[in-house]
C-alpha cells in the first residue's frame, strides 16, 4: 500500500472519533464521572428539604400535642364534630400524606378551610405517634380543652325547648368506650346534660370523644366534684332522680312513667352505684332478664332506659291537648 494511501486511511478515521467525544472536549459519552463531578438529579434536593421539613413539623407537633392544656382528637368524625358544633378552639390538623381526600376527611378540610386553621400532612407513621392507642383514620386535630358546662346550663337548655329536663348522670364510670357509648346515646335521644364526677370516672377525653363518635362535642357534660350532692340539687328543682339497679327493690322499667323531669342515673361497671348516690334516687329501676345472662353492659342498659324515657315523652306529647 502506497503511502499516500495509508494516509488517507488514517484521515477517514477522524470524524468518527471526533463523534464519539463530547463537545468542547472532555471525557467520551458514556464514561462514569468522577465523583467530585456527579451531579443530583433535579428536583431531588428540594424533596429532600420537603422531607426535612415534613419531619420538623411532624416533630414540632408532636410536641404542642403534649403540651399542658392541649387535647388531642383522633379519628374523622370527632374531629368534624368538634369542627361542627365550635365549642372548642382547634389549633391544627394533621392530615396523613396521601390520604384521600374525600368524604368526611373533605368535609373537614372544607370547614378548617372556612376557619382558617392551619393544615398539616405528616407521614403516617408520625401521625401513629402522636395518637398513641387511637385509631386516628388519617387525622387529628389539636384542640382546647373539653368545656365543661353547669348543671344550670342543662336546666336552661330544656326550659328554652320547653321541654321537662332529661338528664343523664353517670356514677364512677372509668371505661372511655361506655362513657363515650351512653354520651352518643344521649345526644341521639336529646339529653339536655349529662352530669360525671370529677374523681374516679373517666374524664371527657380523645377516646370518649371517638368512642361517641363526636357525639359528645354537641352536649353539655357537667363534672361534679360530690355527685350525691348534685342529686339533691336537682330534686330541689323539681327533677326526680330514677337509678338503674337489678335488685329486688327496684321496679319494672316498664311500670315507670319516665315522662317527668327526670335524672336517670347509671352506676359504675362493676359495683354498680355508690350508696350514698342510690340513696338519693326516688325510685330504682330494673330491667328484666329472661335469658342466662344475668346482667346487660351498662351502655346497653343505659341505652334501653334513654329510649324509654324517649318513648314515654313523646307519648305524653301526643297525648296532650
Do not use: F
Not at 374523681?199 to 361534679?224: D, Q, W
Amino acid at each position: 500500500m502506497s503511502e499516500g494511501r495509508r494516509h488517507q486511511r488514517s484521515e477517514g478515521a477522524r470524524p468518527a472519533d471526533r463523534e464519539r467525544t463530547p463537545r468542547g472536549g472532555g471525557e467520551r459519552s458514556g464514561a462514569v464521572p468522577r465523583p467530585a463531578e456527579r451531579r443530583e438529579p433535579e428536583g431531588r434536593g428540594e424533596e429532600r428539604e420537603r422531607g426535612r421539613s415534613t419531619r420538623r413539623e411532624a416533630r414540632d407537633l408532636l410536641h404542642d400535642v403534649r403540651a399542658p392544656n392541649v387535647d388531642l382528637l383522633a379519628g374523622r368524625n370527632s374531629v368534624r364534630e368538634a369542627l361542627l358544633a365550635g365549642r372548642r378552639r382547634i389549633y391544627r390538623l394533621a392530615v396523613a400524606e396521601g390520604a384521600r381526600e374525600a368524604g368526611t376527611l373533605e368535609e373537614i378540610l372544607t370547614l378548617a378551610a372556612e376557619r382558617q386553621i392551619p393544615v398539616q400532612r405528616i407521614p403516617r407513621a408520625d401521625l401513629d405517634t402522636m395518637a398513641e392507642a387511637l385509631a386516628h383514620q388519617g387525622v387529628i386535630a389539636q384542640a382546647s380543652p373539653y368545656p365543661y358546662a353547669e348543671i344550670d346550663e342543662a336546666l336552661a337548655l330544656a326550659k328554652t325547648r320547653s321541654e321537662d329536663p332529661l338528664l343523664l348522670v353517670l356514677d364512677s364510670l372509668e371505661d372511655p368506650q361506655n362513657v363515650g357509648s351512653l354520651v352518643r346515646t344521649a345526644e341521639a335521644v336529646g339529653v339536655h346534660g349529662v352530669v360525671v364526677p370529677r374523681h374516679r370516672a373517666a374524664p371527657i377525653t380523645a377516646a370518649v370523644s371517638r368512642a361517641s363518635a363526636g357525639a359528645v362535642e354537641h352536649l353539655l357534660v357537667a363534672e361534679v366534684t360530690n355527685l350525691a350532692r348534685a342529686l339533691e340539687l336537682l330534686k330541689e328543682r323539681g327533677v326526680w332522680v330514677v337509678g338503674i339497679e337489678d335488685e329486688a327493690a327496684a321496679q319494672d322499667y316498664r311500670a315507670i312513667d319516665l315522662a317527668m323531669p327526670l335524672a336517670l342515673v347509671v352506676g359504675s361497671e362493676g359495683s354498680g352505684m355508690h350508696r350514698l348516690v342510690r340513696e338519693r334516687c326516688d325510685l330504682l329501676a330494673r330491667l328484666p332478664m329472661r335469658g342466662q345472662i344475668g346482667s346487660l353492659n351498662v351502655s346497653a342498659a343505659g341505652a334501653v332506659m334513654l329510649y324509654r324515657a324517649l318513648e314515654a315523652r313523646e307519648a305524653a306529647r301526643r297525648a296532650a291537648p
